[in-house]
Structure formats: structure tokens, C-alpha cells
């Protein structure tokens, strides 16, 4: 039984993020799923009130997920080493497992932000939205993979 340390990374990311993006999901979907107004009108009342809350809950959950990224890469850069020390086995301190594992912590902090506005785009936004960023994506993706 091998681990493999991308692996370990992102099952700790996921643990964690997951329950954060689907509950924010179901939180803006809930909220700004049922306003009435169209784009380019004026919100009424009911709408502005679910935006002003909306937008409270993001700018919240972006200011959490920044303070705890600002102390996950202070103090995690610093102490991983000894951490990783302490939880993988003697064999994969010898591999490239503790350089892959200390990468998580730099890459944690993008996937908490990554979840959290996903789960607000694609909440709010319409089917024709999601389109045109899917194509604008695969796009990209083609373009990277060519280059």
C-alpha cells in the first residue's frame, strides 16, 4: 500500500472544503435563487435585501478563509517539516513526498477561495453564464496544451 502524496493533499483538502462549498451552494442558491428582478433592471426591495446578505456571507467567508490562509502558510511552511517528520512513515521521508506535502500548503489557501466563489458563480449564474466559462475554459485548456 503506497501513498501517494497529491493524493494525501487533496483528501485533507476535500475533508475540509467540501462541506464549506456545498453548504455556501445551497446558502446562495437559496437566497438569490428566487429574486425576480432581470439583469440590467432595478432590484426591489426583497432583492436587495438577499444581495445585501449574500454579498455580507461572501465578503465573511473570504475574510475567514484569508485569515486562516495567512496563518496556514506562516506557521505551516515553518513547522511541516517537523510535522511531516512526525506523521509519514521513515520510507517517504527519503522521497519526494515531504516537497509534494509542503506544496499543499501554498496550494490550500487557492482551492478554500476556488471553492467558496464557485459555489457563489455557480449559484447565481445562468445557464448561458456557465456556457460561455466553459467554452472560455476549454478554450484556455487547449491553448495551454498546444503551447
Not at 42 to 56: E, I, R, W
Not at 67 to 79: E, K, P, R
Not at 117 to 126: C, D, I, N, Q
Request: proline residues 5%; positive net charge.
Amino acid at each position: 500500500w503506497l501513498i501517494n502524496p497529491i493524493q494525501l493533499g487533496a483528501l485533507v483538502a476535500r475533508i475540509i472544503f467540501q462541506p464549506i462549498e456545498e453548504a455556501c451552494r445551497g446558502f446562495f442558491s437559496k437566497v438569490l435563487g428566487n429574486m425576480s428582478s432581470k439583469t440590467g433592471t432595478k432590484p426591489s426591495g426583497n432583492d436587495n435585501a438577499a444581495l445585501k446578505q449574500a454579498s455580507k456571507v461572501l465578503i465573511t467567508l473570504l475574510s475567514v478563509q484569508a485569515a486562516f490562509s495567512l496563518i496556514l502558510v506562516v506557521f505551516g511552511t515553518a513547522y511541516i517539516p517537523i510535522v511531516l517528520q512526525i506523521l509519514l512513515p521513515r520510507q517517504y521521508l527519503a522521497t519526494s513526498a515531504p516537497q509534494v506535502l509542503s506544496a499543499w500548503v501554498w496550494y490550500i489557501p487557492v482551492l478554500a477561495f476556488n471553492g467558496g466563489l464557485e459555489a457563489f458563480l455557480s449559484s447565481v449564474a445562468t445557464p448561458q453564464d456557465l456556457n460561455r466559462q466553459s467554452r472560455w475554459v476549454s478554450h484556455h485548456v487547449l491553448m495551454m496544451i498546444l503551447c
